[in-house]
Every structure is written in structure tokens, then in C-alpha cells.
């Protein structure tokens, strides 16, 4: 598939399931996508595994996010590349269903990643790797602005 006539705009990953997010498509490369979730921060997925992109060109979504001018996140050539730069990183892959694993990438090769989940040592098979993300999120955009008696223009106390 060609993504990079999508960058830029908000897409659909796969149309349902526990892998499916919508966001902005941030880049795209010869086998990995890098998406922006407004909840999740950015995901990076194996297009190997991706089933099918959605995008509405008429009634165009927007993500409630917003990306500082100073905004980076991690980029690659390839899903490997990826994956090496993550090293020693906190990182979630695949995120969705009983797949889904939590901890520090520890090791990347050809074949396998090891990430150190509490007290065990886990080996995923880099083919079966879908997706995967880490730390790195960026704010919601600021929609209640405080005002001097504390409360905000949603009508929310402070600190509630």
C-alpha cells in the first residue's frame, strides 16, 4: 500500500479489533507507519500486518491534540530501526487483545526482541510483532481556561 499520500492526515488503522486506533498519520516508510493517538502517543506498525487504512475525505476527523512546534519522536528507515532505538525504553507491543506485552526492550535481533517484564525475560518473534509504542505522549488541547474564582469554563473546581 502507499501511506504517503496520507501523511498529515487522520486515518483509521484496520476497522475493528483490539489493534484498530484512528489518528494522524505522522510518517510512513517502506514497512512501518508512525501514528499519533490522542490517548496513546505515538504507534509505530509493522505494515506487514496492517489489514486496511481508512480515511474520510468528506467528513474529515480531527484528533484532539496538540502538537507543540518543538514536537520529535523517534524515526527509522525501517520497523527494525525502530525497534533498535527503542532499546532500553518502556515500551507496549502489540496493544491490543491478549497479545499485548509491557516492559523493557532489552535485546533486538534478526529473528526475536527481548523485553524484561517484571521478573521474566520475554522473546517475541519479530514477525509477530504488530505494533508497538512507548512513552512519549503529547497533551490534549486546553479547551477550559482557568479564571480567578478557580474554577474553569467548564464549570469544574480546581483540583477535581
Given at each position: 500500500?502507499?501511506f504517503?499520500s496520507l ?21 510512513a516508510?517502506?514497512?512501518?507507519i508512525?501514528?499519533?493517538?490522542e ?8 505494515t ?6 481508512t ?11 496538540d ?14 530501526g ?12 502489540n ?5 499485548t ?6 535485546v533486538v535481533t534478526d ?41 474553569g ?7 477535581k
Amino acid at each position: 500500500m502507499n501511506f504517503h499520500s496520507l501523511v498529515d492526515r487522520v486515518i483509521k488503522v484496520d476497522r475493528g479489533g483490539p489493534e484498530s486506533r484512528t489518528g494522524m498519520l505522522l510518517g510512513a516508510k517502506k514497512d512501518h507507519i508512525t501514528l499519533l493517538h490522542e490517548e496513546e502517543g505515538i504507534i509505530y506498525y509493522n505494515t506487514h500486518h496492517i489489514k486496511s487504512l481508512t480515511y474520510n475525505s468528506k467528513d474529515q476527523v480531527e484528533i484532539d491534540v496538540d502538537i507543540p512546534d518543538d514536537f520529535t519522536y523517534i524515526k527509522a528507515k525501517d520497523f527494525r530501526g525502530i525497534l533498535e532505538k527503542l532499546t532500553l525504553r518502556w515500551v507496549k507491543i502489540n496493544r491490543g487483545g491478549p497479545e499485548t506485552l509491557e516492559g523493557v526492550m532489552d535485546v533486538v535481533t534478526d529473528d526475536f526482541v527481548t523485553i524484561v517484564a517484571n521478573e521474566e525475560i520475554v522473546r517475541v518473534s519479530m514477525f509477530h510483532i504488530r505494533n508497538i509504542s512507548y512513552g512519549i505522549k503529547v497533551d490534549k488541547k486546553n479547551k477550559c481556561k482557568e479564571s480567578d474564582n478557580g474554577k474553569g469554563d467548564c464549570g469544574k473546581e480546581k483540583g477535581k
